[in-house]
Nanobody, 125 residues
Framework: QVQLVESGGGLVQAGDSLRLSCTAS?????????MGWFRQAPGKEREFVAT????????YYADSVRGRFTISRDNAKNTVYLQMNSLKPEDTAVYYC?????????????????WGQGTQVTVSS
């Protein structure tokens, strides 16, 4: 089992930056998990944002955030990060951290068995 707690969300203006953090705990080793960030805007499906492999050596991004967002992890701290730069109003959503037993990470929501409660990111124009 893995418990995930996100932090770092908030209200910012377009063009600003935020860094989200997600700290894991539990019986399953964090370093054995691929990690991902997803987001869900009101009235929309939860969508993939970014994923990172167990070692941090492989990352993959949604087209909508590539070049603006960076996912990283610190296995010594059991934490995964999402650095978000050049934020746009369309980035407004609840952001969720997720853990997968697929060590390479995944862009597919259904590959993730553990989810955090989410953190709200609101970008004003």
């Amino acid at each position: 089992q893995v418990q995930l707690v996100e932090s770092g969300g908030g209200l910012v203006q377009a063009g600003d930056s935020l860094r989200l953090s997600c700290t894991a705990s539990g019986r399953t080793s964090f370093s054995r998990c691929g990690m991902g960030w997803f987001r869900q805007a009101p009235g929309k499906e939860r969508e993939f944002v970014a994923t990172i492999s167990w070692s941090g050596g492989s990352t993959y991004y949604a087209d909508s955030v590539r070049g603006r967002f960076t996912i990283s992890r610190d296995n010594a701290k059991n934490t995964v990060y999402l650095q978000m730069n050049s934020l746009k109003p369309e980035d407004t959503a609840v952001y969720y951290c997720a853990a997968s037993l697929s060590v390479g990470g995944s862009a597919r929501r259904y590959d993730y068995g553990y989810w955090g409660q989410g953190t709200q990111v609101t970008v004003s124009s």
